[in-house]
C-alpha cells in the first residue's frame, strides 16, 4: 500500500514572499502520479498541479512548481510571489490505477 | 472538466438514522468514489463506486454501514446507516475518467457535512 506524507501540519508565509510545502511517499510501484490539492473553506478540492513519476522535469503552474526527486520520493510544492488567496489545506496525493491516497495536509496561511 | 453537485451540502442528523447523500456529475465517467474526511485530517477512500455491481469497501467499511449505488455513469449515492456521532464527517463524491493517465484528472463534488447528534 501506498502511504504519503506531510510533515508540516501548519506552515505561515507573509504576502509576496515564497513558501515550500513538503511531501514524501513510499511506494514499490515505477509508474504513478502526484498530485498536490487544495481545499479552501469553502471544502471544495482544486487541484494545483500534478507530476508524472516517468516525467524527469519537474511540472510548474504559474506560481506554483514542484520539486520531485523520484529516488528519494519526495514532492515538495513552491508556492511563490504568495497571495491571501493561497490560505488553504493543501493535500499532497498518490495516483496509482484509480483512486488517489492523501496525506495529511498542511493548513497554510497567508498574512498581510 | 467534469462538474460534480453533491447533495446536501450539509445535515445534522439523529444517532440511529440515516442519510442518503446524492452525487451527480454532468458528463459519463467512468469512476465514482466516495471519501470521508473528518474534522481536521485527510481524505480516507470509503468505496469506488461500480457501475452495475456492488460497490468495492476499503478496509475499514461495509456495505451495511455505507451502501452504495451507482445506477448510471453520472450518478451516485452514499448512505450512512444508523449514524452515530462517530460518523460526524465530511463526505466527498469524486469522479475520474478512468485509470491514472496523462490525461486523467481527479473532479470532487463539494462535500456533505454532517454532524450526528
Known amino acids: 500500500a501506498q502511504t504519503v506524507t506531510q510533515s508540516q501540519p501548519e506552515m505561515s508565509v507573509q504576502e509576496a514572499e515564497t513558501v515550500t510545502l513538503s511531501c514524501t511517499y513510499d511506494?514499490?510501484?515505477?509508474?504513478?502520479?502526484l498530485f498536490w490539492y487544495k481545499q479552501p473553506p469553502s471544502r471544495q478540492m482544486i487541484l494545483v498541479i500534478r507530476?508524472?513519476?516517468?516525467?524527469?522535469q519537474n511540472a510548474t503552474e504559474n506560481r506554483f512548481s514542484v520539486n520531485f526527486q523520484k529516488a528519494a520520493k519526495s514532492f515538495s510544492l513552491k508556492i511563490s510571489d504568495s497571495q491571501l488567496g493561497d490560505a488553504a489545506m493543501y493535500f499532497c496525493a498518490f495516483g496509482s490505477g484509480y483512486a488517489l491516497n492523501f496525506g495529511k495536509g498542511t493548513s497554510l496561511l497567508v498574512t498581510p | 472538466s467534469a462538474v460534480i453537485s453533491q447533495k446536501p451540502s450539509r445535515d445534522i442528523c439523529q444517532r440511529g438514522t440515516s442519510l442518503t447523500i446524492q452525487c451527480q456529475v454532468d458528463s459519463q465517467v467512468t469512476m465514482m468514489f466516495w471519501y470521508r474526511q473528518q474534522p481536521g485530517q485527510s481524505l480516507t477512500l470509503i468505496a469506488t463506486a461500480n457501475q452495475g455491481s456492488e460497490a468495492t469497501y476499503e478496509s475499514g467499511f461495509v456495505i451495511d454501514k455505507f451502501p452504495i449505488s451507482r445506477p448510471n455513469l453520472t450518478f451516485s449515492t452514499l448512505t450512512v446507516s444508523n449514524m452515530s456521532p462517530e460518523d460526524s464527517s465530511i463526505y466527498l463524491c469524486?469522479?475520474?475518467?478512468?485509470?491514472?493517465?496523462?490525461?486523467?484528472?481527479?473532479?470532487f463534488g463539494q462535500g456533505t457535512r454532517l454532524t450526528v447528534v
Open positions: 511506494t514499490s510501484e515505477s509508474d504513478y502520479y
Open positions: 469524486s469522479a475520474e475518467g478512468g485509470p491514472w493517465d496523462r490525461n486523467t484528472e481527479a473532479f
Open positions: 507530476q508524472e513519476a516517468y516525467k524527469q
